[in-house]
């Protein structure tokens, strides 16, 4: 909104993305190790490593299109849990009103590229774990659970976040509130 309204550079955007997205990387990818640690994966006889790995095959078997769409979907409730929170007044109020539209999106399996960031990397990790294989009637690692397949799903992951952020929502709002006549 800041740019469409021409207060910031297309540098200075894309120099904010880039930083959010390392940052956002940084957190994601540390929690991920944390929990590798911690052992997580390997609770209820390697269940929770098994759901991870399940959870990874869906999101890495989706087409271009439909990891794009579905990123586009998620940021849409995103930005819609961050405006809701915005037009609350009190601290309670906004976190009641951030837990639907988060809940919303987690449940209906739309695309998030920092959840993925968390998630496809604890997926790999768990595919290693002999417990977690059991559990997942695995007898090796899944082929498809690689690091070039995760980037291949988070490009139209970003750019579909990106759209419905952006696009979506941060436009429409700045045609509709902000735009000068």
Request: aromatic letters at 8%; hydrophobic letters at 60%; one cysteine or more.
């Amino acid at each position: 909104m800041a740019w469409a309204s021409r207060r910031i550079t297309t540098l200075a955007l894309v120099r904010n993305w880039a930083l959010v997205l390392v940052g956002n990387a940084v957190g994601a990818l540390g929690v991920a190790a944390l929990v590798v640690l911690s052992g997580q994966l390997k609770f209820i006889g390697g269940a929770v490593g098994a759901q991870a790995i399940a959870i990874a095959n869906g999101k890495l078997h989706e087409t271009f299109v439909e990891a794009f769409t579905l990123g586009v979907l998620c940021n849409v409730l995103v930005c819609l849990a961050v405006w809701m929170a915005l037009s609350a007044r009190t601290t309670t109020d906004r976190m009641m009103a951030v837990v639907p539209p988060i809940a919303a999106f987690s449940t209906v399996g739309f695309e998030h590229s920092v959840a993925n960031l968390y998630l496809l990397p604890v997926a790999l990790f768990a595919a290693r774990e002999p417990t977690v294989l059991r559990a997942a009637s695995l007898d090796a690692a899944p082929e498809w659970l690689t690091v070039s397949r995760m980037a291949m799903n988070l490009l139209p992951v970003t750019l579909g976040n990106i759209v419905g952020g952006a696009v979506l929502v941060g436009v429409t709002y700045w045609m509709i509130y902000l735009r000068r006549s």
